[in-house]
T-cell receptor, first 113, second 116 residues
């Protein structure tokens, strides 16, 4: 069966440390993988996109890796801050359908001061 | 204001009633999407539209109807609401990137629907 899984437990990190979130998928062939941030009561906000032929992408304190052999993406926030506390969603954009994106259920990240 | 808006933001209705959730975007994006978000399920696609008058089913379309007579509007109708349709509904829009693949979606603020 097709699945996309993120850390099921909430992640609690000390401020200043690097937070690492995991997204694993099975039986999908994604063209792209995206990461979104969602704050309580708000819609998701796009953060980063990485293509299947890219290994790593960076944007300020964010870094995403994409391993199509392991079928896994890692999302890193370096020098984490309490303002980074939110739920982070990964999403696969599929080759099989150019019009659909499959979302993971998200990982809640809490950064404590 | 520019962007993507949804209305109403909160709605309480009763089982069996028809409910329409509105979505409006000002970017002239060709693609629009409706998702529902429930605990433990993440975001699930209900319907999407590639352009005006073109719509297609997503993962969970049963009990919902959409239309898109204008590019900027994409209303979602629950024909006869059920308790299982209690959820948070998000509308999103995007423009196709290379080879028609969506590179990013822009989400509205959501509508919280409670069906009693």
């Amino acid at each position: 069966s097709q699945k996309i899984e993120q850390n099921s437990e909430a992640l609690n990190i000390q401020e200043g440390k690097t937070a690492t979130l995991t997204c694993n998928y099975t039986n999908y062939s994604p063209a792209y993988l995206q990461w979104y941030r969602q704050d309580p009561g708000r819609g998701p906000v796009f953060l980063l996109l990485i293509r299947e032929n890219e290994k790593e992408k960076r944007k300020e304190r964010l870094k995403v890796t994409f391993d199509t052999t392991l079928k896994q993406s890692l999302f890193h926030i370096t020098a984490s801050q309490p303002a980074d506390s939110a739920t982070y969603l990964c999403a696969l954009v599929l080759y099989s359908s150019a019009s659909k994106i499959i979302f993971g259920s998200g990982t809640r990240l809490s950064i404590r001061p | 204001d520019a962007g993507i808006t949804q209305s109403p933001r909160y709605k309480i209705t009763e089982t069996g009633r028809q409910v329409t959730l509105m979505c409006h975007q000002t970017w002239s994006h060709s693609y629009m999407f409706w998702y529902r978000q429930d605990l433990g399920h993440g975001l699930r696609l209900i319907y999407y539209s590639a352009a005006a008058d073109i719509t297609d089913k997503g993962e969970v379309p049963d009990g919902y109807v959409v239309s898109r007579s204008k590019t900027e509007n994409f209303p979602l109708t629950l024909e006869s609401a059920t308790r299982s349709q209690t959820s948070v509904y998000f509308c999103a829009s995007s423009d196709p990137g290379l080879a028609g693949v969506k590179e990013t979606q822009y989400f509205g603020p959501g509508t919280r629907l409670l069906v009693l």
